[in-house]
């Protein structure tokens, strides 16, 4: 099979798990050849780009928005009004983020709702308190700045997975799925993989993705997102 794009996670894959943190050389050096060699590379968080956590997808050269899947104003009041109690949330809209919002402002477009720096079990708790309760949500864990014992919660429209923004980038560049290798390492990456031709797991990914993976590279630290190129795109 000759892929013809590949759609990479950021943080953990393709770069280390920082806020400020940029690929390495070797990863950097990598991603230019294989798009000189008629490579389509993307982000899923290049041209087009897969932007919160599948929720848009947009026009990285002109900022112009491609496809979309954002939370009704009635599901975002109500999740935030879930997450008053934690220290940090966040709404990500079409006029920018907000942070720690009571409501979200009228006339915004709702992406993404996002609960930081949680414990597990509180995630579970939240999660199951917002799907018990709101249909056509997606509730996503990911991993936390702070570290392995904290996570992410993302809230978003249930259509708003990396999985169908895969589907509708696929549709975009028209490729068939099969020529799509996805690549991540926390459990919000399970879509990405899903809806992908060659499902790939960075050798610091948890344990969930490893083991729907086609292939376990080395892991962000060792550069493996250049050997997913090297193996699979020369």
Known sequence: MKYKALVSDIDGTLTKLNPNALPSDVVTSAIKNAVNNGLIFSLATGRPCIVDNGAVIVDSKDGSVLWEAVLTNEHANRILEMSQGFELFRASCDTGGLEKPLKVPEGSKVRKISVHDITLAQAEDLIK?????L???ACIKAASYKGDHLVDVYFSHSNATKQHA??????????SNDEIIGIGDGYNDFPLL?????????GNAVSELKEIADYIAPTVD????A???SKYCS
């Open 166 to 175: 895969v589907f509708e980038l696929a549709n975009i560049l028209g490729i």
């Open 135 to 137: 249909k056509d949500v």
């Open 129 to 133: 308190k917002v799907s018990d309760e």
């Open 227 to 229: 050997d997913v190129i």
């Open 222 to 225: 060792d550069d493996g997102l």
């Open 194 to 202: 899903m809806g992908s031709g060659l499902k790939v797991a960075m």
